[in-house]
Structures are given as structure tokens and as C-alpha cells.
């Protein structure tokens, strides 16, 4: 079943990990375009050639103006947006001693500041009555329900898209535009951040295994896993959920 059938979606930081994940399984549910928006055109222009329904767009998450041409170029060309999904993100593995007030600043510029400005373009768009309705899918974290002691700037972000999600949400569902918005909360997933955050430490490896370890289920999540939900949320299937947040971890919170 091809649940995304002639749909339009804008994907951030769709050129490596759980965005192009999510690209991938929105073009095989149907979609009839897929944007994989990132700062990275060399990734990005590599991806885009993987698939028919793919375009690259360029896209620094943290400029208002790049947003607003990336958005209103989609309408032009494809008549309209119905997906956004908020996938560009970054990790700085501090604690609050030890984050720099620039550390804390990009972190928070990218994955607070690129997903308001997703949402708010999302919106301008999709809203009556020029826009059709759609979905906005925030990639919020599990840090960003529980804390971490060494990831004080990533905590507060992925806590912050928690409740911009739900703000949002409620916003929408207020005014009637028929646009529903909603949070995943990945643990974690084998993507270059995980693999980037773990060649940091002195023994990465070893990182990792401990990592899978803490997992109830025995392993990391896989990109594609997560994409799954997104598909989900992205479809007329999910027409009645709205302002939530869903969890995919392997039962790291559930302990």
C-alpha cells in the first residue's frame, strides 16, 4: 500500500541519516516528491541522484530567508506542500561545566531555531487558503524526555522540540488549517552523529557496545525503524493524532 500517493514533503537534513531514511521510505509509499533539504550539497546533490522523486534543495536550517525560498520554491514547482519533517540536528557531548556558551549556541541555533523556522514555513504554507493541510513531523530525541549528565545543550534543545511540537500542534488544531503536528523521539540510532559522537571518546568501539548495552532490546535502533513512524505520521492514517510524541528506543525509558 502505497500510503503516501502523491504527496509532497520537505525533509531537513534529508542528506545522510534518519532524513534520508525518512526519504526513502516516503518515496516508496508513493510520495510524489521528496526534498531533501541540507546544508551539505555535495551529500545532498549524491542523495538527490539515488531516486527519481528526489530534488536536493540547500538548506542552512538556521536562516529564515533559506527557509522562505526553499518552502515557496516547492509550492512553485509542485503546487503545494503537504509533509515538512524537522530531521536537522546536531550533539555536543558536554556537561554543564563543560559546554562553551558557542557550543551552547549552535547547538541550540540548529536544532531549536532550524525546527521553529521548519514549523513556521510549514505552516505559512500549508494553511487555508492557499496551502491544502498537511503534516509537520518534529525529530525531537529520547534526551529530550530524560536527562543525560553529559548532554546539557542537547537536552534542553530536544526538550525544547518537545514542547514547540505541542505548541504548535494545539495552534493549528485551534485555527482549523487541518495540519497536524507531532514529535519522534529516537534513542539511539545507527547514524554518522552516533558514530561521529562516539569517535570523540577514546575507545569508540567500546562506547558503542555499552551504549547497546543499556538497550532493553539488546541493540541500537536502525534509521530506517524510525522512519517508519514518520511515514505513519505523514499519512491519512494518522488524520486524529496530533500534539504527540512517540517514543522509539528499545525500552531505554521504560526503565
Known amino acids: 500500500m502505497q500510503r503516501l500517493s502523491g504527496k509532497v514533503a520537505l525533509i531537513s537534513g534529508g542528506a545522510r541519516g534518519i532524513g534520508l531514511a525518512t526519504a526513502r521510505r516516503f518515496a516508496e509509499e508513493g510520495a510524489a516528491a521528496v526534498i531533501l533539504g541540507d546544508i551539505d550539497a555535495e551529500a545532498g546533490a549524491r542523495a538527490a541522484a539515488t531516486h527519481p522523486a528526489f530534488h536536493f534543495a540547500a538548506l542552512d536550517v538556521t536562516r529564515d530567508e533559506a527557509w522562505q525560498e526553499v518552502a515557496d520554491e516547492a509550492v512553485r514547482r509542485h503546487g503545494g506542500l503537504d509533509v515538512v519533517v524537522n530531521s536537522a540536528g546536531i550533539a555536543v557531548v558536554a556537561t554543564i561545566e563543560s559546554v562553551t556558551l558557542a557550543q551552547w549556541r549552535r547547538v541550540q541555533d ?83 552523529m552516533l558514530y561521529d559522537l562516539a569517535a570523540g571518546g577514546r575507545d569508540p568501539e567500546a562506547l558503542r557496545e555499552r551504549l547497546r ?18 511515514a505513519y505520521l505523514a499519512a491519512d492514517e494518522s488524520s486524529f493524532v496530533t500534539g504527540a510524541e512517540f517514543v522509539i528506543d528499545g525500552g531505554v525509558t521504560a526503565q
Open 110 to 192: 540548529v536544532n531549536v531555531d532550524g525546527t521553529f523556522l521548519g514549523c513556521r514555513h510549514a505552516v505559512r504554507v500549508m494553511k487555508p487558503p492557499q496551502g491544502r493541510g498537511g503534516a509537520i513531523i518534529n525529530l525531537s530525541s529520547v534526551s529530550g524526555i530524560v536527562g543525560g549528565h553529559n548532554l546539557a545543550a542537547y537536552n534542553a534543545s530536544k526538550g525544547a522540540v518537545r514542547l514547540l511540537t505541542k505548541s504548535v500542534a494545539l495552534h493549528c488544531a485551534r485555527q482549523g488549517y487541518g495540519i497536524r503536528c507531532n514529535s519522534i523521539h529516537p534513542g539511539f540510532t545507527e547514524t554518522d
Open 213 to 230: 548495552a543499556s538497550v532493553p532490546l539488546g541493540r541500537n535502533a536502525r534509521a530506517d525503524e524510525i522512519a517508519a513512524m514518520a
